[in-house]
């Protein structure tokens, strides 16, 4: 039976005074006859390019649960229109083949399933991280805590570091930076909130799967890409950056803004690599397929898929699988607005995902931690690969400034 969301708050309005409210939230609520209250602020959202629509928080939320995917562009509208009128065009040049095995295969055995299994028990343990929430704004807390402390338990806290890049909704998106010789960059990617499509302020979303799957992974190559030398003391080609988006369920607007900097700035981004959902691989066996990842190939850029497709044979245990996920699906879909290459792995071909992503039953207990690795080896071999890689020079547009 389908219940609209009006008629779960009537039942829950008791518990609606006790939402979580960001100081100078702007006062949108309206008190309707019928005793339901409702926000009545409108967003502008793109669906497709150039299908764009004004809508309520509600409508939003009622498109996601009806599979629509979307860029909430009310402000950012001008994502990707200076790279688009640049004449500095990047040349998408990427490895025939990987080549630092001798460097990075030693590294993967450093990977540890322990290490993402006690980040994600405390991460999904929050009630929520919606982005709006003090629990959004806590667990982003928490989580630049830990790459703070794997910074400094790597000894690398003289030549890496990390912030947020702050957000005025409250939880703020983070970047990790591993400087290299030149501000050439290679991002790798996860969003950090989760959310409950019905009543996203109240109920509860662990989101061990999404994207706590993708938040821990990233963060377990970053822990272990640190015990490189080389990498620590600067003597790699690009600039390492690991993100972890704020707002990703809201409509990339951590990675809308983050990018939006970028383009602004005239940062070269050589590849963004995006890890949203890395851990469920129950359908997949239940329908007879080999345990695979999942490699995004719409809306992505197709040079950089290809050379991912030949790290995953390379560095992984299990082989890859072709799906596609629909426009806007994930942040690296922010990236790829901005002009820069950009790339989408997930955990299995997208219709055998995670069904109970985005409800109470996203838990810890549904994961594979074994598969889990299996993206920390591909992500780690990644950014190793691309950071030596002598990319074809590009000469910075007069604006570029560093962030």
């Not at 080549?99 to 590294?107: G, S």
């Amino acid at each position: 039976m389908k219940v609209s969301s009006a008629s779960l708050l009537a039942v829950l309005l008791p518990a609606a005074s006790a939402r979580f409210v960001i100081p100078d939230e702007p006062d949108h609520m309206q008190l309707h006859p019928d005793g339901i209250v409702q926000d009545t602020q409108k967003y502008h959202i793109e669906l497709a390019p150039g299908d764009t629509r004004w809508v309520t928080e509600d409508e939003k939320w009622e498109l996601r649960r009806n599979g629509r995917r979307f860029f909430d562009i009310t402000d950012h509208p001008e994502l990707g229109q200076l790279r688009a009128r640049s004449a500095d065009k990047d040349v998408r040049v990427f490895p025939k083949k990987p080549k630092w095995q001798k460097e990075v295969k030693p590294l993967l055995g450093e990977l540890s399933k322990k290490e993402m299994e006690d980040h994600l028990t405390t991460f999904s343990a929050f009630h929520t991280r919606y982005y709006k929430s003090q629990y959004g704004a806590q667990s982003s807390e928490w989580l630049l805590g830990q790459v703070r402390d794997t910074i400094i338990a790597a000894g690398a806290d003289k030549h890496v570091y990390a912030s947020h890049f702050k957000h005025p909704w409250g939880q703020n998106s983070i970047i990790a930076t591993i400087p290299g010789k030149t501000n050439s960059t290679i991002v790798v990617g996860a969003h950090q909130d989760s959310i409950n499509l019905w009543l996203p302020s109240i109920l509860a979303a662990p989101g061990a799967d999404d994207d706590g799957s993708g938040t821990v992974t990233i963060l377990e190559a970053f822990r272990v890409l640190l015990q490189s030398q080389d990498l620590v003391k600067g003597k790699h080609d690009n600039t390492i950056e690991f993100h972890w988006y704020s707002a990703e369920e809201g409509g990339l607007l951590g990675s809308q803004a983050v990018f939006s900097a970028y383009e602004a700035a005239g940062r070269d981004v050589k590849a963004m690599l995006q890890q949203d959902m890395t851990g469920y691989i129950q359908r997949t066996l239940d329908a007879g397929e080999p345990e695979s990842v999942g490699v995004i190939v719409d809306f992505v850029d197709p040079s950089l898929t290809e050379f991912i497709k030949k790290v995953i044979v390379e560095y992984c245990d299990i082989p890859w699988v072709e799906t596609k996920c629909g426009y806007a699906c994930s942040d690296h879909a922010s990236a790829s607005k901005a002009g820069y290459p950009s790339a989408f792995v997930i955990e299995a071909k997208f219709e055998h995902s995670d069904p109970d992503i985005h409800t109470t039953k996203d838990l810890i207990e549904n994961l594979s931690f074994d598969h889990m690795l299996q993206h920390a080896r591909m992500t780690l071999a990644f950014a190793y690969e691309l950071a030596f890689t002598d990319f074809p020079a590009l000469e910075q547009p007069k604006h570029w400034r560093s962030l």
